[in-house]
Structures are given as C-alpha cells and as structure tokens.
C-alpha cells in the first residue's frame, strides 16, 4: 500500500550516478500521469507528466517512460544531485473525472556524497 | 509564482477544541483538495470542493467539516480534535482540467498535533 516515512520503500545511490523510480498505476484506463517530489517539511511539486498516447518525456534531467501493457511507470534521473533527495511519487487521473487524481506509493530517494 | 498557501506550518491543540485549517490559493482555480499524510498511509483524501459552497467526500471525512465561501478560500475543520487526528494536512487545488495544468498545486503543509 501506499507509505510515506518510515515504511518508505528508499532507493539509495551515489551521487552522479542515475536514478530510477518505479510506480505500478491501477487503472488501465487512466490517460495522464504525473510525478511529484516532495522534500522534507514541504509540499509535493510537480516535476514532469505524461499523457497515455507517449510512451516516453523528457524534461530537464528526468525522464518519464509509460508502459501502458503492464500498468508501470518509471522516473528516470540523470547525474542525481543532493538536491534530488528527496519522497517521489506518482499520480494517475482515471477515467470519468477530469480534475481527480490517485496518488500511489511513494519512494524516497537518498543520494549518498 | 502562483501559490497555494496555508495559513499555519504548526499547530499543537487539546483534544476536543475546535480546529480551523485555511487554504488559499491565487491561480482562480476551480478544485480544491484537503488530505492528510502519514507514515504508512500515504495521501489519504479528506473532502473536495469543485466549486463555490460545493464539496464532497473523499476517502476519510469521518470527523471533519469543510468550508468554501469564496473561490479561493477552502477551511478545513476539526469539529472537535482527537488525538487521531494527529497528522500532516496538505491543501491542493486545481483547475477544471488538470492535464493541461499540471495537475494539483500544493501548499507546503500543515503539521497538527492533537496533545
């Protein structure tokens, strides 16, 4: 289920190295996703998000790749910083609502110096 | 910048007071959203509001009240706290369609303790 804290699932890695989160998303009928990172004490913000018709976007150091036949989404940060560290989760808008979003299980990153 | 902005960071009140947690946001947005996180739990949706003076349930209303008298103000009320209540409270809002907004703006949270 989702957690946030202590029962984190934690993604360690060294600094400048990439980084890859995954997110399993429930329903297959969902047509926009989004990652959010959220730092200590502070607020999700958003970070990139996607549409069902892409397979894959690139920002600014992220990436996000959608695989539509298994439900998965990943984040892919390249030459991870300090500053990445941080709680990253994604979000999906199912079907029937244009302003809903489910939020799934979050991921703390922790990049070592 | 646009901005959604709770009015309190911390908050430490007894069981049983009458707790007010205001939300504010500057983007005209349509939605409004009040959740709570916790270790464990994740975000978990307390009530939204699609509209001025309208709401709905989400996952966990049990215990709390909403208000949304003007479009860009959204209350959230402890009628009367419990130390269950103990927890992060995040603000959100949005516009009418999200997927070419960028999803939900949070504000930075409100962490409440219930003593």
């Known amino acids: 289920g989702e957690s946030v804290g202590l029962h984190l699932p934690t993604l360690s890695v060294q600094e400048g190295d990439n980084s890859i989160i995954n997110c399993a998303y429930s329903?297959?009928?969902?047509?926009?996703f989004i990652w959010y990172k959220q730092e200590s004490g502070k607020g999700p913000q958003f970070i990139i998000d996607i549409r069902s018709n892409m397979d894959k976007r690139q920002g600014q150091r992220v990436t996000v790749l959608l695989n539509k036949t298994v439900k998965h989404l990943s984040l892919q940060i390249a030459a991870t910083q300090p500053g990445d560290s941080a709680v990253y989760f994604c979000a999906e808008n199912p079907p029937g609502s244009s302003y809903k979003l489910i939020f799934g299980s979050g991921t703390r990153l922790l990049v070592r110096p | 910048d646009v901005k959604v902005t709770q009015s309190s960071r911390y908050l430490v009140k007894r069981t049983g007071e009458k707790v007010f947690l205001e939300c504010v946001q500057d983007m005209d947005h349509e939605n409004m959203f009040w959740y709570r996180q916790d270790p464990g739990l994740g975000l978990r949706l307390i009530y939204f509001s699609y509209d001025v003076k309208m709401k709905e349930k989400g996952d966990i209303p049990e215990g709390y009240s909403v208000s949304r008298e003007k479009k860009e103000r959204f209350s959230l009320i402890l009628e009367s706290a419990s130390t269950n209540q103990t927890s992060m409270y995040l603000c959100a809002s949005a516009s009418a369609s999200i997927n070419t907004n960028y999803g939900y703006t949070f504000g930075s949270g409100t962490r409440l303790t219930v003593v």
């Open positions: 329903n297959s009928a969902s047509d926009y």
